[in-house]
């Protein structure tokens, strides 16, 4: 008898071992599930793109990783080329979006967004010795545009006389050669450009120009207890410090807030 109960006793201590085993598999595998999967371009510096290690870097690439640990989420990106981003969302090939997406009233009648993380606005960069000063100085004046971007409506809205470029690295070097008297454009892209570029003969004259903002952005199903969690990281993130430092590594100041 003596014997039986302790092959009874063994036989229990097994079991529930086992049981304990499968308890931990069951919660390793739930911490595995939680996934943030995000949408990015990856060629879009200083925001989504490899560094010369082939690492996806940039920041939104890094706020979004900062989230999804604050969410205690594990951030998986998914590279897609800007046309197909959208669509790449509303077939459920990830889960938000992390790539400068602007709030505007367009996207916002068929997409949910989080509290934004950047606040930017036009910006007029001109040489240092130039005797423009604000942006209503432009008036008459040859400035480097493209032509179908807000920048160069604004350019246009305020008299300037414009030369058409094809983007902001070519806008720039018409302003350093003196061939344009400066350039509107996105003050994320100039701040950028200056920190790789300390020595650079501009200055950068901000105005009356309206702020845009970017956020994360989800489909209309998503589920907002999700779009809760990436706000209240967001808030803890902003609170603790981690998005000021990740916007000074990045632009040299805090762009998070407005």
């Given amino acids: 008898m003596r014997k039986f109960l302790m092959m009874m006793l063994v036989v229990v201590i097994f079991l529930a071992a086992c049981g304990q085993s499968d308890d931990s598999k069951t919660e390793s595998k739930k911490a595995a599930d939680k ?11 200083p925001f989504t793109f490899h560094d010369k290690t082939g690492k996806l870097t940039g920041f939104d690439v890094e706020i979004a990783r900062a989230v999804a640990e604050k969410m205690g989420y594990e951030a998986k990106f998914v590279e897609t080329q800007w046309d197909s981003m959208f669509a790449g969302l509303n ?6 979006i992390a790539n400068q997406v602007g709030i505007n009233d367009e996207r916002q009648a068929k997409y949910q967004f989080s509290e934004p993380y950047t606040y930017t606005s036009a910006v007029l960069v001109t040489r240092k010795n130039s005797d423009i000063s604000s942006f209503d100085d432009v008036k008459g004046k040859k400035l480097a545009q493209t032509l179908t ?4 409506k604004l350019a246009k809205d305020k008299g300037a006389d ?22 509107f454009n996105e003050k994320l ?3 950028d450009y200056m920190k790789q570029k300390k020595n650079a003969d501009v200055k950068v004259i901000e105005g009356d120009a309206e ?3 970017s956020a994360f952005v989800f489909t209309k199903k998503t589920d ?10 967001l808030d803890e993130l ?15 100041e805090d762009v998070t807030q407005p």
């Fill in 35 to 45: 996934v943030l999967t995000i949408g990015t371009e990856g060629t879009y510096a």
């Fill in 91 to 96: 077939a459920g090939r990830f889960d938000t």
């Fill in 149 to 152: 971007s807000n920048y160069g």
């Fill in 162 to 183: 414009i030369t058409q470029v094809e983007g902001f690295n070519q806008s720039m070097e018409l302003v350093l050669s003196n061939r344009v008297e400066g350039t």
């Fill in 189 to 191: 892209s100039v701040l």
């Fill in 211 to 213: 702020k845009s903002e």
């Fill in 224 to 233: 907002k207890v999700m779009i809760d969690k990436v706000n209240k990281a």
């Fill in 238 to 252: 902003q609170k603790d410090g981690e998005l000021k430092k990740i916007s000074e590594k990045w632009f040299g």
